[in-house]
């Protein structure tokens, strides 16, 4: 969901550009199908012009809900969001990938190599269900000797 807010808010510009094209078309097409409708004389004309303008209608309030969609997604609900939101979904995957290639496997005290071989954590496994251990945890206090 961050990916789509933070490609409605990027592209604001383009979106409503591409929405105004398609909202002179829309509209260029209501506009002719309603003439064609109001000038028709036979029935069966008649229908085959309010089956056009049905469509036209349709795509006219379309484009129309997908303008005020956007505004009001732009405008008013993305920057209500907090700013974390972004971060933390956009480079949530880059830390985790970054942090378990930092380190080779003999150097890291946390973790062993898996007995699988490599897998798609690069065949680290944590050694208890804590990813963290304290550095100090299973040594001996050291009292001051007296």
Known sequence: MAA??????????????????????????LWRSWREWRIAVF??????????LGRSVALSVIVVMLFCAEFFMATFFIPGLPADFFYRHAHAGFHLHAHRHAFRRDDDPVCKPAARGPGRDGGLRPKSNRAFRSPNRGMKSRAPSS
């Open 4 to 29: 789509l807010y933070k490609f409605l808010a990027s592209y604001e510009v383009l979106i409503y550009i591409l929405l105004a094209i398609g909202g002179m078309f829309s509209f260029r097409w």
């Open 43 to 52: 029935t069966l004309e008649r229908e085959f012009s309010a089956r056009r």
